[in-house]
Nanobody
Framework: QVHLVESGGGSVQAGGSLRLSCAYS????????MGWFRQAPGKEREGVAT????????YVADSVKGRFSISQDNAKNTLYLQMNSLKPEDTAMYYC???WGRGSSLQARRYNYWGQGTQVTVSS
């Protein structure tokens, strides 16, 4: 059974940094691409960053390019999202997700498993 557990969220002032972690189990990392998504109240879930299986190519959304980065430590079964230069508009619930197959994606419908989310709040 696949489990994804996010941590590292919190409250920070604009310009600050946070690193989110997602501990995963029950999946073979070489068979799954992984991603980070976020959802603010009243808004649709947005793909933030994705990484191909075995920590291959990465891609981040234009809205966070140059500020966020995604990485993976397969020895620790952990996915990370480093968030720098945070803005109030980054405030949202952040979710990690795993999708079976090759490549990577920022489309939520392509993912099979989801964590419960961790809240990030950025104040101005």
């Amino acid at each position: 059974q696949v489990h994804l557990v996010e941590s590292g969220g919190g409250s920070v002032q604009a310009g600050g940094s946070l690193r989110l972690s997602c501990a995963y189990s029950g999946l073979t990392y070489s068979n799954y691409y992984m991603g980070w998504f976020r959802q603010a109240p009243g808004k649709e879930r947005e793909g933030v960053a994705t990484i191909a299986p075995t920590g291959g190519s990465t891609y981040v959304a234009d809205s966070v390019k140059g500020r966020f980065s995604i990485s993976q430590d397969n020895a620790k079964n952990t996915l990370y999202l480093q968030m720098n230069s945070l803005k109030p508009e980054d405030t949202a619930m952040y979710y990690c997700a795993a999708g079976w197959g090759r490549g990577s994606s920022l489309q939520a419908r392509r993912y099979n498993y989801w964590g419960q989310g961790t809240q990030v709040t950025v104040s101005s």
